[in-house]
T-cell receptor, first 115, second 116 residues
């Protein structure tokens, strides 16, 4: 089925460890986004990309890096995990907002716990 | 940056009754989109309804409808004939039509409980 696939779905890290979250979409969307969801704070944008080879910072980028080497993939990296990065991470993609094709397609989320 | 405010952290409704979830937003733009997303315990984000700011007519999707008041910057969601499956977290979201990146800005969510 077409959509956004996130891997892994769950992960436990120790403080200081690194990891990469993978987001893959097969809808040929230009735009891709990484959000984190924390209780009482909604979804906050970490980084986003408006096309292959481009990335930009969102609202809460510190402690994260991203790459978009291929149009269909958007990677989120944590170089040195901290307990404050315990969260649920969502990837989303969209076409450019024209006509009726302006909604997000979300992945199913990754629950990350840093101990 | 735009801000989206959902002032009701929790709401409850009797099955088959009607409930309205509130959302306000702050923007200086004239062209944008508004959305309501549902997040059940499965964690999946599901689009409920969307509204283009240039349209005066309120959007409707089956039992879901919105009251869009552009001047007041208000975008409430009405759920009619509430069902047990409507129980979820609901997020209001704003998306610019012009700013590069066109990212969504989300409210903090309203947790809806449906009472049998």
């Amino acid at each position: 089925n077409a959509g956004v696939t996130q891997t892994p779905k769950f992960r436990v890290l120790k403080t200081g460890q690194s990891m990469t979250l993978l987001c893959a979409q097969d809808m040929n969307h230009e735009y891709m986004y990484w959000y984190r969801q924390d209780p009482g704070m909604g979804l906050r944008l970490i980084h986003y990309s408006v096309g292959e080879g481009t990335t930009a910072k969102g609202e809460v980028p510190d402690g994260y890096n991203v790459s978009r080497l291929k149009k269909q993939n958007f990677l989120l990296g944590l170089e040195s995990a901290a307990p404050s990065q315990t969260s649920v991470y969502f990837c989303a993609s969209s076409s450019t907002p024209t006509g009726t094709s302006y909604g997000y397609t979300f992945g199913s989320g990754t629950r990350l716990t840093v101990v | 940056a735009q801000t989206v405010t959902q002032s009701q952290p929790e709401m409850s409704v009797q099955e088959a009754e009607t409930v309205t979830l509130s959302c306000t937003y702050d923007t200086s733009e004239s062209d944008y989109y508004l959305f309501w997303y549902k997040q059940p315990p499965s964690r999946q984000m599901i689009l409920v309804i969307r509204q283009e700011a240039y349209k005066q007519q309120n959007a409707t999707e089956n039992r879901f409808s919105v009251n869009f008041q552009k001047a007041a910057k208000s975008f409430s969601l009405k759920i009619s004939d509430s069902q047990l499956g409507d129980a979820a977290m609901y997020f209001c979201a704003y998306r610019s039509a012009t700013v590069a990146g066109n990212q969504f800005y989300f409210g903090t969510g309203t947790s809806l409980t449906v009472i049998p």
